[in-house]
């Protein structure tokens, strides 16, 4: 098979998975949303691509959708689950939505990292002092703040008992 017979394969499957994605969004947002994996914003946005720039997009030689699964060894779990196929079904929904958690939580700590990012760049360009230093410092006070707050309790609490 040619490259050229590979690349529109992959556009295929892209303007069917972008066609596929609006409908869900469509009938059910919420469902679409947890399958899709996707968040509120981009719900929106889908929803309201025309047609025409649906197969625009679909035209780029990479694929726009990607295997779920993070390792071999969930794949592995799902093939040589049992044989019935309402426990597939179960063991297949489990293993997706804990996967789309962890995937949530390192997306967001990446923007967390980013925000840090773009407030550093912008306290550099004010002529502040720069990111890292004040993390540093606001670290500092943090643990200032804790462990005064820790002398004030043990104050309260009075002298230890001696028996």
Not at 16 to 32: C, F, G, H
Not at 137 to 156: I, M, N, P, V
Request: glycine share 4%; with cysteine; aromatic share 4%.
């Amino acid at each position: 098979m040619s490259t050229e017979h590979l690349l529109d394969d992959v556009r295929d499957v892209n303007l069917s998975y972008l066609l596929l994605m609006q409908r869900l969004i469509n009938s059910d947002r919420e469902l679409a949303m947890f399958r899709l994996k996707i968040d509120e914003e981009m719900a929106d946005l889908l929803s309201k691509i025309p047609v025409p720039d649906l197969v625009k997009l679909a035209r780029c030689n990479q694929l726009l959708c990607h295997f779920s699964l993070g390792d071999a060894s969930e794949l592995y779990s799902l093939v040589n689950a049992s044989e019935d196929d309402d426990m597939r079904r179960v063991h297949a929904a489990i293993l997706l939505s804990s996967q789309d958690k962890r995937e949530g939580q390192r997306r967001q700590g990446e923007r967390r990292q980013g925000d840090r990012r773009q407030a550093d760049r912008r306290t550099q360009a004010a002529g502040d002092w720069s990111g890292p230093e004040r993390r540093r410092s606001d670290r500092r006070q943090a643990e200032r703040r804790t462990g005064k707050d820790r002398r004030q309790a043990d104050r309260r609490a009075g002298p230890p008992d001696s028996k």
